[in-house]
């Protein structure tokens, strides 16, 4: 179904199959480990609050907030 909807729209899926499951679906491992570090990132930005809620007035203001909370990700 959902495997399906994404053949419809030429779009690769990258949803690894249950370990249990009988018939393997293969799926790109290195698209999926980049996927989870794209999903991981952008869940670790949304943990600041100024970003999370866009507070800033303009546009450079909030990507200065985007800098700023990249620059504290990249030194944890």
Do not use: C, Q
């Not at 419809?8 to 949803?15: F, H, K, L, P, S």
């Amino acid at each position: 179904h959902l495997r399906d909807a994404l053949k419809a729209r030429n779009a690769v899926a990258v949803i690894p199959a249950k370990r249990n499951r009988i018939i393997h679906i293969p799926h790109d491992e290195d698209a999926y480990k980049w996927r989870h570090l794209i999903e991981n990132y952008f869940s670790k930005i949304k943990e600041f609050r100024g970003v999370n809620t866009r507070y800033d007035k303009t546009d450079t203001s909030y990507e200065a907030t985007w800098s700023i909370a990249a620059t504290i990700i990249a030194l944890r």
